[in-house]
């Protein structure tokens, strides 16, 4: 099971709205890289994204993998933890292209071993992974339209952005809140945008909305400020951008900074890191969830996995963003009724279309377990 080829391909995703847009940047087109790892006849694939306020860029990540190519070639495909420790040997940070191969390798072992993703985890304890969808900033009267059209579609829990005024902010979610009506979770996402005496200001303003939960609403480094919203609102407080490593969730939940912390498999570095952000949360009695991910049906179907394999999972995930993207090499996973069901085939669950450059689909050496097999629980 000796990893034999490793090949890198460019993915440019076309915005279906290019004028898609948060607090702290607009992005018409998302990139990143498709990951190929090949071994006895079989393909693993994993993505890295390129997102420049998490800290990557289409070409950093392009470097780091040519560097972590040579510890790749001729290393057993199940050696997982040994090759991903000698990638952080090779160089620091650069997350998301670990992210990408730590990914690949999972995609890999599994279809080698003829499995679901989610059983190298230990198993599923649910079918199918319920999902937030987000709502850009726009005026109040566009954002509402566009939750009214999300709840048509089956979603009964949305994400807010907002950009840090008092004023505007709570008038975007009174808009959204009497569009959708008093039934959908209200989640919001100010991504840094506030100072936190303005977010308790804007947060108490929003009570009567019926708020739930409010995502990283100071700067990431302002720990202190995190931790006054916390004490000072009656909604859950989310981290998100301050949890980029594992050294910050255990200092979040320790410290019980939050309510809740986004876990993002970019930005954590991978499959193996998101697993033990989440015990760490779990442990402490801090809730989580799997956060926002922007790119292929690939990269949603690892996150897919990884939430079916969570002993907890307190909010719905937001793993359905591939929705609003063009130009996606994959197919395999859809959103039904506000749901993504949990693959059963081996592997990711997710297939490159006809036509890709990478697209070796894969042969596993053993038939997939029935889906009847009682693998799944709940």
């Known amino acids: 099971m000796r990893i034999e080829d490793v090949e890198f391909f460019p993915l440019s995703q076309r915005q279906e709205d290019p004028t898609w847009s948060f607090a702290l940047a607009n992005y018409p087109v998302i990139e990143g890289w498709i990951i190929v790892l ?100 726009k005026t109040p009267a566009e954002m509402a339209a566009q939750a009214r059209r999300l709840v048509g579609q089956g979603y009964r829990s949305l994400k807010i952005k907002l950009k840090g005024r008092v004023a505007d902010d709570v008038e975007r979610v009174h808009a959204i809140r009497a569009e959708v009506g008093k039934d959908v979770l209200l989640t919001l996402d100010p991504n840094q945008s506030y100072l936190a005496k303005d977010a308790i200001s804007a947060l108490r303003r929003m009570e009567p909305d019926d708020v739930y939960l409010v995502e990283q609403p100071v700067p990431a480094s302002d720990l202190r400020g995190l931790e006054l919203v916390t004490r000072s609102v009656t909604q859950l407080v989310e981290a998100d951008e301050a949890a980029v490593t594992l050294n910050d969730v255990l200092q979040l939940a320790n410290h019980r900074i939050v309510d809740a912390i986004s876990l993002k498999i970019p930005k954590l570095g991978g499959l193996r890191n998101a697993m033990l952000a989440a015990k760490i949360c779990h442990s402490a009695g801090i809730a989580y969830r799997v956060g926002a991910t922007f790119g292929p049906r690939l990269m949603a179907a690892h996150g897919v996995h990884f939430a079916a394999a969570l002993p907890r999972l307190d909010l719905p995930c937001e793993l359905a963003e591939f929705d609003h993207l063009h130009d996606d090499p994959f197919e395999g996973i859809e959103v039904e009724s506000g749901s993504i069901a949990v693959p059963q085939t081996p592997g990711s669950g997710v297939a490159p279309k006809r036509g890709f450059a990478g697209g070796a689909r894969v042969t596993p050496k053993r038939a997939a377990p029935r889906a009847s097999s009682g693998r799944a629980r709940r």
């Open 38 to 137: 090949r071994a006895e006849g079989t393909t693993g694939h994993g993505y890295a994204q390129a997102i420049p306020h998490m800290g990557s860029n289409f070409e950093g990540i392009r470097a780091a993998l040519e560097l972590f190519k040579p510890k790749l070639l001729g290393r057993s495909a199940l050696d997982i933890d040994p090759i991903l420790a000698d990638l952080d040997a090779v160089i620091a940070g650069n997350a998301q292209a670990k992210a990408g191969i730590d990914c690949a390798l999972h995609d890999l072992a599994a279809n080698l071993l003829g499995v679901p993703l989610h059983a190298l985890f230990g198993g599923a304890f649910r079918k199918s992974i319920p999902q937030i969808r987000i709502i850009p900033i």
